[in-house]
């Protein structure tokens, strides 16, 4: 059980473009998801929490009209990296808290290459 | 500003030895500690902590909580070469959004035949 299923797995675009990455838990309800974001060999930077029907709480230094987040039901949060740039470039991963002993599950992670 | 730190940074053992990780805390309002371990992708979960001194263990992995001292470490006995990862510290804490997880640096095992 607990499970989060992230998609794409990885995507390649163009600069300028915009990114869709998607969230789901898919056997439990999840009213507030998490946004992190992963650069080679370092750990896990919290970018954002989205909360089920209200605006996302974005932490110091996450631009909140690049990084779009949109949490429109209890089993799906979507981030939209918009206007894409090569430094945009990095592993996003996504996590919701499940009711059980588990503490936290983890999407499967999106690599993102804008070139 | 809550702060989680890990140690060492990198690990190099050989299959058959025991290691052990800290991982240290400083947070406001905690709730547990949790210890993942990633591989290529996305962290699995190993341990959620949140009562100071029970040991939880799970086949060759143990992990154990001190309040007191505000940190936590995670035992790994007989490395085996799948052991090779990054073990990630995490603490959860409630502020005003809510619980969320405050990560440490991670610790990077590699495990020699």
């Known amino acids: 059980g607990a499970v989060v299923s992230q998609h794409p797995s990885r995507v390649i675009c163009k600069s300028g473009t915009s990114v869709k990455i998607e969230c789901r838990s898919l056997?439990?309800?999840?009213?507030?998801m998490f946004w992190y974001r992963q650069f080679p060999k370092q750990s896990l930077m919290l970018m954002a929490t989205s909360n089920e029907g209200s605006k996302a709480t974005y932490e110091q230094g996450v631009e909140k009209d690049k990084f779009l987040i949109n949490h429109a039901s209890l089993t799906l949060s979507t981030l939209t990296v918009t206007s894409a740039h090569p430094e945009d470039s990095s592993f996003y991963i996504c996590?919701?808290?499940?009711?059980?002993?588990?503490?936290?599950?983890f999407g499967s992670g999106t690599r993102l290459t804008v070139v | 500003e809550d702060k989680v730190v890990q140690s060492p940074l990198s690990l190099v053992v050989h299959e058959g030895d025991t290691v052990t990780l800290n991982c240290s805390y400083e947070v406001t309002n905690f709730r547990s500690l949790l210890w993942y371990k990633q591989e290529k992708k996305a962290p699995t979960f190993l341990f959620m902590l949140?009562?100071?001194?029970i040991e939880k263990k799970s086949g060759r992995l143990s992990s154990i909580l001190d309040k007191k001292e505000l940190s936590s470490i995670l035992n790994i006995t007989a490395t085996q070469t799948g052991d090779s990862a990054i073990y990630l510290c995490a603490v959860e804490a409630f502020n005003n959004a809510g619980n969320m997880l405050t990560f440490g640096g991670g610790t990077r095992l590699m495990v020699k035949p």
């Open positions: 949140t009562s100071s001194g």
């Open positions: 056997d439990f309800q999840a009213t507030t």
């Open positions: 996590s919701a808290r499940n009711s059980g002993n588990y503490g936290y599950t």
